[in-house]
């Protein structure tokens, strides 16, 4: 299912460029206005709810945090589970890490081992709300992979193409990105 002209850009419209933050250089996309704009959202969700309700998907996976606003919303619509990957430290039961990198330093997610021990090769959407360099969604992607589930698609609200992520993602899964940034 394909967004329409005009609902892309209902889409669009909501999502406010916030410059030089969190520092000097970067256009920061703020998706707390699309989720202020009830027309936007339901838009956007319609649109994930439509082109994955016949994936057979058993979980979605949201990326820590903005993720988990757009996967849990999605896993209800679908009437299925909802798994987070979290940043280090946050989850309290076993888990399963992989560390990436930043530009300055490295960075590392976490997933429980359980997660997705209920259902064999459970089929796993992964969401967050935008991919730049790639480098959390690669390692949330290895982490389904490492707790037994297979990573089906990633999808992100935003793509920025002007970056590498979109590409190297693809050497792990299919990769759905509704608004790219160029
Ligand atoms: P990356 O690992 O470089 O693909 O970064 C993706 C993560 O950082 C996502 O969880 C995004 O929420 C956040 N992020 C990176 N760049 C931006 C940006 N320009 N605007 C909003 N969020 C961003």
Sequence with gaps: MKLSSIERKIIENSIRDIKDFPKQGIVFKDITTLLNDKEAYGVLMNHLYQKYKDYNLNYIAGIDARGFIFGAALAQMLSIGFVPIRKKGKLPYTTISEKYSLEYGIDEVE??????????????????????????????AKLIKQAGGECVEACFVLGLTFLDGIENLKNQTTVYSIIEVA
Excluded at 115 to 133: C, E, N, Q, W
């Design 111 to 140: 997933v429980h081992i359980d997660a997705f021990s209920k259902i064999p090769h459970a089929r796993v959407l992964l969401i967050d709300d935008l991919i730049a360099t790639g480098g959390t969604a690669n390692a949330a």
